[in-house]
């Protein structure tokens, strides 16, 4: 068997926009891969273009040599866009290979430990309201962890303001409400999205009572690991950190430091499933659990299945299709995909990923590329989305 073809299907689904690709062989087998570098799809086609040459007529089993050629067989090895690149590529190629074989991806990860993977919802609110209903409605369907992702951003004059000592005593006042609200049994964690400073983080933890958040994902940037030792000698709350990480490379001083307390690997940015495996054996020696990110769509969310099927160090993988606000699973797209049963995704036993995608109604849309949001400080001055 052999490579014959790499497309490349860059889409908006749900506001947003994905990469998808599709790795064709001789076979007649296919495989599906996407890339988690989200507004920048056409950087990674760019990437995937030059990796196209090197993998026409390569067997697509050889899985690892694959990873190592696209990854070290250059001078400018790493980086974002072309990791994102030789992920869509890897799950594409694990695909294939389940299926040649007969077999979910998992198999080739060892076999599954798991019969199901559980989630936590994303809460998006923007308002006091709107959290408590939100979180209240999920917990009711049977959701008992709920990951807050404040959005009370100001719009004015063209600008989205934030303004992180305003956002932390508003947002710490309403998290504290929600605990009251929906008792000690559901755990809550909250994602800042780098926008906070060490002193803000520090701040915004001494304004709720002890116990009332039980992790806090990436507060501040994460490109500097002592910045987040000196936070962690300021707070005592777990660690969410890593969605955006590029290798294992960049894991390494949060896990061997023990910075993070939840790895939230995202397996369509890391380097894919083979990538992916290497971090959740670094992070099982530390007792470290993976705590996948996963805001795209059913590619990534299967491939991400797999990797916590296979892995005995798993908490929870992120859900952002509950409530009203996020759809990136639209079945135009993706006519087969893993099915949420409750807060959880079943493993299932069908051969490769487990997910299709329909290009010939990809390739009728309009791509438009995507710009996340750009956030200014009430002075005019920009800050972290």
């Known amino acids: 068997m052999k490579i014959t073809n790499i497309k490349t299907f860059p889409i908006n689904v ?100 798991r019969d199901f993977v559980e989630c936590f919802a ?13 979180s209240k409605d999920l917990v009711n369907e049977g959701w008992n962890m709920l990951r807050l992702a404040p959005a009370e951003f100001e719009s004015q004059d063209d600008q989205t303001r934030f303004e992180p000592r305003e956002s932390i005593s508003i947002i710490a006042e309403w998290v504290t409400k929600l605990r009251e609200e929906v008792g000690k049994s559901i755990t ?42 000196n936070l962690r000698k300021m707070i005592d709350v777990p660690f969410a950190i890593g969605e955006e990480f590029a290798s294992k490379w960049q894991f390494l001083p949060f896990i061997e430091k023990n910075i993070t307390q939840y790895a939230r690997i995202d397996v369509c940015n890391v380097g894919g499933i083979t990538e992916a495996m290497k971090v959740a054996s670094m992070a099982e020696a530390h007792y470290i659990d993976l705590m996948p990110h996963n805001p795209l769509g059913p590619i990534c969310t299967a491939a991400t299945i797999h990797l916590a099927a296979a892995c005995p160090n798993f908490s929870w993988l ?68």
Request: proline share 5%; no cysteine.
């Open 14 to 113: 749900g506001g947003g926009s994905q990469l998808v690709i599709k790795v064709e062989t001789d076979s007649g087998i296919y495989g599906w891969g996407a890339s988690g570098l989200s507004g920048r799809e056409l950087a990674v086609i760019g990437a995937i273009e030059h990796y196209k040459t090197l993998l026409i007529g390569k067997d697509p089993n050889q899985i690892g040599a694959i990873w190592q050629n696209l990854y070290r067989g250059q001078y400018f090895e790493g980086g974002r866009v072309l990791t994102a690149a030789i992920s869509a590529i890897d799950i594409a190629l694990y695909d294939i290979k389940g299926k040649a074989l007969g077999v979910p991806v998992y198999e080739l990860l060892g076999g599954k430990q």
């Open 318 to 385: 992120e859900e952002v299709n509950t409530g009203a606000h996020v759809i990136t699973n639209d079945p135009k797209f993706y006519p087969i995909q893993h099915k949420l049963k409750g807060p959880r995704y079943p493993v299932t036993d069908t051969p490769g990923l487990g997910v299709d995608f329909d290009e010939e109604y990809a390739t009728k849309q309009k791509f438009k590329p995507i710009e996340i949001p750009r956030l200014h400080k009430r002075d005019g001055s920009f800050t972290n989305w």
């Open 188 to 229: 809550i964690g909250i994602d800042y999205h780098t926008r906070l400073s060490q002193a803000e983080t520090y701040s915004f933890m001494q304004k709720m009572p002890k116990g009332t958040i039980d992790f806090i994902e990436e507060p501040i940037r994460d490109e500097n690991p002592e910045a987040y030792e």
């Open 122 to 134: 994303s809460v998006r609110f923007s308002s006091l309201e709107e959290l408590l209903k939100l």
